[in-house]
């Protein structure tokens, strides 16, 4: 008896339990009416098409820091805005590659808004 109890242990343990949490794919998401995009970065990285990204930088020079944000889709729509704005400039270099990351934008190509989500749920970058 005790040798088919661990038998069956072995079984278990060797039969690849997972047990997983809530995942997101999060590819890009561009909609110019509303002026927003967002994406994740690890979903978009991993996408199958060659098209999409997501990307977000921060530029110093002598004259000062300034950042920008940009996002093709899938389908090939591809949106950017520029900040100087400090507190952006913050939430833009707190990015990881497992970020989900999205932007707003005025009608002169300004950012109004970048945020930044971090969580166990968003897919990282394989």
């Given at each position: 008896?005790?040798l088919m109890r661990i038998i ?28 927003t995009a967002h994406a994740g ?86």
């Amino acid at each position: 008896m005790d040798l088919m109890r661990i038998i069956a242990l072995g079984v278990v343990l060797s039969s690849g339990l997972a047990v997983a949490g809530e995942k997101h794919d999060r590819f890009v998401y561009i909609d110019t009416q509303n002026r927003t995009a967002h994406a994740g970065m690890g979903s978009t990285r991993n996408s199958a098409d060659f098209v999409q990204y997501i990307v977000c930088q921060v530029i110093a020079n002598a004259s000062g820091i300034s950042g920008s944000c940009a996002a093709r889709a899938a389908a090939g729509t591809y949106v950017t805005c520029q900040t100087t704005n400090q507190y952006m400039l913050e939430v833009i270099k707190s990015i990881s590659d497992s970020s989900f990351v999205g932007f707003k934008w005025d009608e002169n190509g300004g950012c109004t808004e970048v945020f930044v989500n971090h969580g166990s749920s968003y897919v990282p970058k394989l």
